[in-house]
């Protein structure tokens, strides 16, 4: 199975503009996660789909959003970057097996607000 | 809230030392643990994971982890490191009521041949 993809791997954008980034999934998967990485903050939690519908939120403003679409495919939306959203974001697909329940990481897409 | 502590953040060793990594967790419930590993310029991978049944887990590279209740950790062991294993090493917690991951602050393995 191919693995998680992430579209683009790398943006620049300047203060106040909107930015959105796009993941797909492992094939078969339903859920997707999003994380924000940055060096001073570690890996945080931005939010899950599953079935189009988001299931959990992170701390995080009312400018971080994102959507799912019935083929699973996510995509998350900055509005009015500001420069402490430099990051790389990270999407994770998230398999369920029983009693396990595990997420599979995209290679990110870096982000830089200038 | 849930939260995972990594003791180390900077670790330097020579090839063919052994690792212990150590990582903690708050959470005194029933608890789903990862290490993660990221490689420099590549994405994070899944090393192991514990859901239950044997408190020694093994995951790939030879890493292995020990989940401990009493002691609240699930540390992170190789017995002979390679320079190859130079990473940024996650703890992580599955928060089973908000089915998100909860990040250690991550520890840097540094092998130097």
């Known amino acids: 199975k191919a693995g998680v993809t992430q579209t683009p791997r790398y943006l620049i954008k300047t203060r106040g503009q909107q930015v959105t980034l796009s993941c797909s999934p492992i094939s078969g998967h339903r859920s997707v996660s999003w994380y924000q990485q940055t060096p001073g903050q570690g890996l945080q939690f931005l939010f899950e789909y599953f079935s189009e519908t988001q299931r959990n939120k992170g701390n995080f403003p009312g400018r971080f959003s994102g959507r799912q679409f019935s083929n699973s495919r996510s995509e998350m939306n900055v509005s009015t970057l500001e420069l402490g959203d430099s990051a790389l974001y990270l999407c994770?697909?998230?398999?369920?097996?029983?009693?396990?329940?595990?997420?599979?990481f995209g290679p990110g897409t870096r982000l830089t607000v200038l | 809230a849930q939260s995972v502590s990594q003791h180390n953040h900077h670790v330097i060793l020579s090839e063919a030392a052994s690792l212990e990594l150590g990582c903690n967790y708050s959470y005194g419930g029933t608890v789903n643990l990862f290490w993660y590993v990221q490689y420099p310029g590549q994405h994070l991978q899944l090393l192991l994971k514990?859901?239950?049944?044997?408190?020694l887990v093994k995951g790939i590279k030879g890493f292995e982890a020990e989940f401990i209740k009493s002691k609240f950790s699930f540390n992170l062991r190789k017995p002979s490191v390679q320079w190859s294993d130079t990473a940024e090493y996650f703890c992580?917690?599955?928060?089973?009521?908000?089915?998100?991951?909860?990040f250690g602050a991550g520890t840097r393995l540094a092998v130097h041949p």
């Open positions: 994770a697909s998230r398999e369920r097996s029983g009693s396990t329940d595990t997420q599979y």
């Open positions: 992580a917690v599955l928060s089973g009521g908000y089915n998100k991951l909860i």
């Open positions: 514990y859901f239950s049944g044997d408190p």
